[in-house]
């Protein structure tokens, strides 16, 4: 009988010939706090790395990150997004029946999803969202200085969007915990792993009970969801699998996402400038947040059978992770990369994913991101550093940790 060596939960491979391999730990955390140079490093190895003490091959340069990342045919989803190979152990807990899964699941529950949170749904929402920023920065006005981690970025998807959920039971500091724990998870076996499956275990049980049909209003997006399943488009209990995927995805990524436009504001406030005087470019800033910091750094996909990439063979079982991070600031695709610059509508960026797989709620973070820059343009000449910003180690997620600021009224 043939036995396979398994590392970090999956199969041990050996590259093909010519694949540039390097030894290091993209889970450090030291790199995880601070990426730029090991983004640099690794797009400068060439299309396609092996990582020997994770036996997984890495991608970094745009052109080859976004072809793999978008071919949900030959690096699939479905054996976990994370280093563990779900087809070889049992996935840390049931696995998201939209993120998870490949077609033709991933387009049955990707059609529900994407119902619920469509534009028009979103555009609904958009008055809230906008009436909740604006009290939320009138607020932090009479504050000598704040922490726009805790007091800003976490406060306000969790004051916005489990409301549009319909949630009963909201909880900011189990919600935000939720996603990083799902983020954490899709590392090796490191101190953050570990810490995300002690912490899930404490929380998990809280999570599935909020979304459930009992805990939930019936007009919001997760009432849509069990009507769908009402309607037999999903079964019963995929319905709060799926308003799971709602928390799991649309908190943590939301809250990074503003906490990163906090700080790029507050280190150009030349560009600060730029956007309160030029309103209409609140959009392609938030655009821009998203590619300079990249929320989303890695995501994992696995080699669904025998193929290849940028001409190396690649063997099936192999892992591969893509370096959203790495992607978002390669010269060869945005030649200033380095530059925050809110008037370059980057066209492409990857913090949301690709292909069939996008980030089926980026509407709604945007909208969020949108509505909060939009009542502090009109409220704040300027987002000054009151302290030193902490960045926050995760294997997934490029997240702030401490941000402490003070708002120069208008």
Known sequence: MNTMEL???????????????????????????????????????????????????ALGQYATTHKVFSDHENFVSSRGVGLNDFAIEKPWR???????????????????????????????????????AEELVSSLLKKDSFD????????????????AVGMKDVDQRILVDYGACVFNAMGPDNRLRRWALERNAEIAPWIMAACARDRLTDDGLGAMIYDAADTGELDQEEAP???????????????????????????????????RDDPSL??????????????VHTFGRTAGHDTEIAGFPVEEGTKIICVLGAANMDPEKWGDPEVFRIDRRPTGHMAFGAGIHGCVGQNVARAEMEAILHALSRKVARIEPAGEAVWRPNNAIHALDQLPLKLIPA
């Not at 540039?20 to 706090?33: C, F, K, N, Q, R």
């Not at 726009?148 to 409301?163: D, H, I, S």
């Not at 799971?244 to 996402?257: E, H, K, M, W, Y």
């Not at 609140?282 to 929320?295: D, G, I, K, W």
Request: glycine share 6%; net charge negative.
């Open 94 to 132: 049931a696995p998201s029946i939209i993120l998870e899964v490949d077609p033709p699941d991933h387009t049955r529950t990707r059609k529900v999803m994407s119902r619920a949170l469509s534009p028009k749904m979103v555009k609904g929402l958009v008055d809230m969202f906008a009436a909740t």
């Open 7 to 57: 590392i970090e939960g999956h199969k041990r491979i050996t590259p093909a010939p010519g694949i540039p391999v390097w030894d290091i730990d993209p889970y450090g955390e030291a790199i995880l706090s601070d990426p730029l140079e090991y983004y640099a490093e690794l797009r400068a190895k060439g299309p396609v790395v092996y990582i020997p003490r994770l036996s997984i091959l």
């Open 241 to 275: 699998m799926l308003v799971r995927s709602f928390l799991s995805a649309g908190v943590d990524t939301t809250v990074t996402g503003i906490g990163n436009a906090l700080w790029c504001f507050s280190q150009h406030p030349e560009e600060w400038q730029r956007l």
């Open 148 to 163: 726009g981690v805790t007091e800003l970025a976490e406060t306000f998807p969790v004051a916005v969007f489990p409301r």
């Open 282 to 295: 609140v959009r392609p800033a938030v655009e821009e947040v998203l590619r300079f910091t990249s929320p």
